[in-house]
């Protein structure tokens, strides 16, 4: 009988590529929403709660509707 350790023990290896691309992805979003002076809808506070609070999916929302163009628009 399997108890919930050995079973996380055993999912493990498939967790950790998925946690590390994650964190990376929301470390890159934020520095983007930070250094980004343009967005689309919103504004940099509300950007930045999405991105760090919706995990997985917040970074892609910001990176398909919230960035603004580099020319302002």
Request: hydrophobic content about 55%.
């Amino acid at each position: 009988m399997n108890t919930d350790l050995e079973l996380f023990i055993e999912y493990l290896p498939f967790l950790i590529p998925i946690i590390l691309i994650q964190f990376g992805l929301a470390i890159f979003s934020a520095i983007h929403v930070i250094r980004h002076p343009h967005y689309r809808f919103g504004n940099q506070v509300i950007w930045l709660l999405i991105v760090l609070f919706i995990q997985f999916i917040g970074p892609i929302i910001y990176f398909v509707a919230g960035r603004g163009d580099e020319d302002g628009r």
